[in-house]
T-cell receptor, first 115, second 111 residues
Framework: KAGVTQTPRYLIKTRGQQVTLSCSPISGHRSVSWYQQTPGQGLQFLFE???????NKGNFPGRFSGRQFSNSRSEMNVSTLELGDSALYLC??????????????FGQGTRLTVV | AQSVTQLGSHVSVSEGALVLLRCNYSSSVPPYLFWYVQYPNQGLQLLLKYTTGATLVKGINGFEAEFKKSETSFHLTKPSAHMSDAAEYFC?????????FGTGTSLTVIP
């Protein structure tokens, strides 16, 4: 079956702009999580959505937001971009909290560069 | 609080040598533990996971890991390194539906 699909793969934006990243989870997966990966900070958890509801949120400013649609597809938005937002953004899908022993499946990521 | 510590941000081994990547976790209850691998500009791929049962877990590409509760460790090993094993490796613990990742270990394989 198809894996996790993230679009676009690469993105270049200017400071102050906003950006929307998309993630389509594996069919049947209702949980989608987002992570930011940078060389200095490693993998940092942004937020998690399950059945269109945000259940967990990491320690990021309000400029970072997300949503999940009824088909489990998710988007994350970053407003007023800063240079420090340059990172690889990874989306992960999983069955959900009731399946705690299951792994998350990651997309290939969106490489965001802010100039 | 859940956390994972990976000892050694960079590990170099010769081709054919043993690979040992270290991971220690802190958890007040038996955790769910995972090892992921990441190749450049790619997402994370699951190598193996420990949930319950056998403490020696076998994964893909010849990797395995042993869960040692007494040492709160989950080290990753492979008997013989291949050039294709060069990548970044992440240990993770899962609580609820959130993963807590270590800072990663970059593996270099020397020909």
């Amino acid at each position: 079956k198809a894996g996790v699909t993230q679009t676009p793969r690469y993105l270049i934006k200017t400071r102050g702009q906003q950006v929307t990243l998309s993630c389509s989870p594996i069919s049947g997966h209702r949980s989608v999580s987002w992570y930011q990966q940078t060389p200095g900070q490693g993998l940092q958890f942004l937020f998690e959505y399950f059945s269109e509801t945000q259940r967990n949120k990491g320690n990021f400013p309000g400029r970072f937001s997300g949503r999940q649609f009824s088909n489990s597809r998710s988007e994350m938005n970053v407003s007023t971009l800063e240079l420090g937002d340059s990172a690889l953004y990874l989306c992960a899908s999983s069955l959900g909290q009731q399946f705690q022993n299951t792994e998350a499946f990651f997309g290939q990521g969106t490489r965001l560069t802010v100039v | 609080a859940q956390s994972v510590t990976q000892l050694g941000s960079h590990v170099s081994v010769s081709e054919g040598a043993l690979v040992l990547l270290r991971c220690n976790y802190s958890s007040s209850v038996p955790p769910y533990l995972f090892w992921y691998v990441q190749y450049p500009n790619q997402g994370l791929q699951l190598l193996l996971k420990y949930t319950t049962g056998a403490t020696l877990v076998k994964g893909i590409n010849g990797f395995e890991a042993e869960f040692k509760k007494s040492e709160t460790s989950f080290h990753l090993t492979k008997p013989s390194a291949h050039m294709s094993d060069a990548a970044e490796y992440f240990c993770a613990v899962k609580r609820g539906n959130q993963f807590y990742f270590g800072t990663g270990t970059s593996l270099t394989v020397i020909p």
